[in-house]
């Protein structure tokens, strides 16, 4: 059996997001187990491409040889039906799911209809799906009509544990967001609910882009000035991994108010460092936190947020407790080795099929 993968990845691959971290790690983990993965660029358009956009991803996968085995990153996947389909009997396709397209926060609700409709399609075409958390599996299925056998989960894999944490340090607490600037990531609701705990006992930093949805991180840089907010809120953009690890390293709490998560890897990256969490139950978080690594909220509710967020800020000894808990569950978080044994089986079975 020749072990050779085509990836198909839309835009920079080196975009220090989630998911493209995710396709990195995999990359690295397949080649260290001895398979030849080749990395095919796509256009940065995808989910929403251009005509010259579809136009190359067609003949990229055109290109290819009969029984190529064919991975295609979701982002660009699911806006691929026609492509797709075309080339369902020829090549051993397999789509690489985050979270399903549709399922993005702010879309119109003729823009969520054709993105269902348009995955829904794809989907069909491809021989198997990889999603990195149950909840995408379950999404899958229930609002895809795909298979559960078709779907192999492979969940990220989380840092080696850091240090363990001791007192807090004197000042303000260090509040910690790691998330792109786009609707589903509950920025806005976040900024709310700090502004409504009052007090003036911490400061929030903002880490991701603030280019890939422009329109919405103007509104909320817009939205920290309106509440009173902009001498405690930064907003540091995109930070290379080493000064992201002393983001995580520095801070007191994590928090991330998404909307929706295919899986949460900066829950996990918060986890790994010991950092107590409050957030969403949203994709694999209540997973992650297990039972006293954090505090979960529903999506959506600010009061709730606002109530959790007091509870960890007026009380270090429960800081201290969930700090603990964060400390004990970094030790039973999956490894990227885990991932990447799991997908490389399932290439196996499907090269040999």
Do not use: N
């Amino acid at each position: 059996m020749t072990r050779r993968l085509a990836l198909l990845l839309p835009g920079d691959p080196a975009t220090p997001t989630g998911g493209y971290l995710y396709d990195r790690r995999i990359v690295e983990e397949l080649r260290t187990l001895g398979w030849r993965v080749e990395v095919l660029a796509l256009d940065a358009s995808f989910p929403f491409p251009t005509p010259a956009a579809l136009e190359h991803a067609a003949a990229t996968l055109a290109a290819l040889p009969d029984g190529q085995l064919t991975m295609i990153d979701g982002l660009a996947f699911g806006a691929l039906p026609d492509a797709a389909e075309a080339q369902a009997a020829r090549l051993r396709l397999i789509a690489l799911v985050h979270h399903p397209l549709a399922a993005e926060t702010g879309l119109q609700p003729e823009t969520t209809r054709a993105l269902q409709a348009s995955e829904a399609r794809a989907l069909a075409a491809a021989r198997a799906i990889v999603v990195t958390g149950q909840g995408t599996a379950q999404a899958l299925s229930r609002d895809y009509g795909v298979p559960q056998e078709r779907i192999t989960i492979a969940e990220p894999g989380a840092p080696e544990p850091a240090a363990t944490r001791g007192a807090r340090r004197p000042g303000p607490w260090r509040l910690l967001c790691v998330a792109t600037l786009v609707p589903r990531k509950g920025h806005e609701l976040l900024l709310q609910a700090l502004a409504a705990c009052g007090g003036d006992d911490w400061t929030l930093e903002c880490i991701g882009s603030k280019t890939r949805d422009a329109a919405c991180a103007a509104r909320i840089v817009g939205l920290a000035q309106s509440l009173g907010l902009g001498a405690r809120v930064s907003f540091r953009g995109e930070r290379p991994a080493e000064a992201l690890h002393r983001a995580y390293a520095d801070a007191d709490l994590f928090v991330l108010p998404a909307w929706y998560e295919g899986y949460g890897m900066a829950v996990a990256e918060a986890i790994a460092h010991g950092l107590p969490v409050v957030a969403t139950a949203v994709g694999a978080v209540p997973q992650l936190l297990g039972e006293d690594a954090g505090l979960l909220v529903p999506p959506g509710d600010a009061a709730a947020l606002q109530t959790a967020l007091r509870q960890v800020l007026g009380d270090d000894a429960l800081r201290r407790r969930l700090a603990a808990g964060a400390a004990r569950r970094a030790t039973q978080l999956p490894r990227w080795r885990d991932a990447g044994l799991r997908l490389a089986a399932l290439l196996e079975r499907l090269a040999t099929a």
